[in-house]
T-cell receptor, first 114, second 116 residues
Framework: AQSVSQHNHHVILSEAASLELGCNYS??????LFWYVQYPGQHLQLLLK??????LVKGIKGFEAEFIKSKFSFNLRKPSVQWSDTAEYFCAVNFKAAGNKLTFGGGTRVLVKP | EAQVTQNPRYLITVTGKKLTVTCSQN?????MSWYRQDPGLGLRQIYY???????DKGDVPEGYKVSRKEKRNFPLILESPSPNQTSLYFC???????????????FGEGSWLTVV
């Protein structure tokens, strides 16, 4: 079965530090890739998505992600985090061979210390 | 305003007592889906629907039922809830389009369900 792995469950960093969250997925042919953010007490919001084209994708709030097909990875990055980036981040993959299903990673809780 | 509305937002119920969590969207979306969120497991898809009268199992459908009689509504039914169904549930919708249509998935605010 297709799966999505986020290696870090918890990340703690200080404001202005750089952030990189890993996301790997199992082999499954053509994929659509997403990163979602869930702020405390809120529902999920789309940060960015990749369908095709330039593998470096820019999203909202200064986030970007790079699709590396050979590594089955879609890591999320932000050069300089703010306290307001404290949230849980989810990588999600739509494996086209599996139809209209979106498979989520287990999430990474990010705490940014002021 | 584009919205996905779930009810109830919070519910404590007892084992075996049937319950329904409603979901309604006002965007005329074809695609709707239910997820449950559990610590360390992320969101797991329970059921999804491509359109009216078209539903399909997700990754964790056991113990749940759904129906899609109208385009805007996609209720989640727990016929006989058990404690392992204690979770945070999210409804989501999206336009399908010609591709798989995940241009924008709109999520509801979540329903906290506790089964004792």
């Amino acid at each position: 079965a297709q799966s999505v792995s986020q290696h870090n469950h918890h990340v703690i960093l200080s404001e202005a530090a750089s952030l990189e969250l890993g996301c790997n997925y199992s082999y499954g042919g053509t994929v659509n890739l997403f990163w979602y953010v869930q702020y405390p007490g809120q529902h999920l919001q789309l940060l960015l998505k990749y369908f095709s084209g330039d593998p470096l994708v820019k999203g909202i709030k200064g986030f970007e992600a790079e699709f590396i097909k050979s590594k089955f990875s879609f890591n999320l990055r932000k050069p300089s985090v703010q306290w307001s980036d404290t949230a849980e981040y989810f990588c999600a993959v739509n494996f086209k061979a599996a139809g209209n299903k979106l498979t989520f990673g287990g999430g990474t809780r990010v705490l940014v210390k002021p | 305003e584009a919205q996905v509305t779930q009810n109830p937002r919070y519910l404590i119920t007892v084992t075996g007592k049937k319950l329904t969590v409603t979901c309604s969207q006002n965007m005329n979306h074809e695609y709707m889906s239910w997820y449950r969120q559990d610590p360390g497991l992320g969101l797991r898809q329970i059921y999804y629907s491509m359109n009216v009268e078209v539903t399909d199992k997700g990754d964790v459908p056991e113990g749940y039922k759904v129906s899609r009689k109208e385009k805007r509504n996609f209720p989640l039914i727990l016929e006989s809830p058990s404690p392992n169904q204690t979770s945070l549930y999210f409804c989501a919708s999206s336009s399908s389009g010609t591709q798989l249509g995940f241009n924008t998935i709109y999520f509801g605010e979540g329903s906290w369900l506790t089964v004792v």
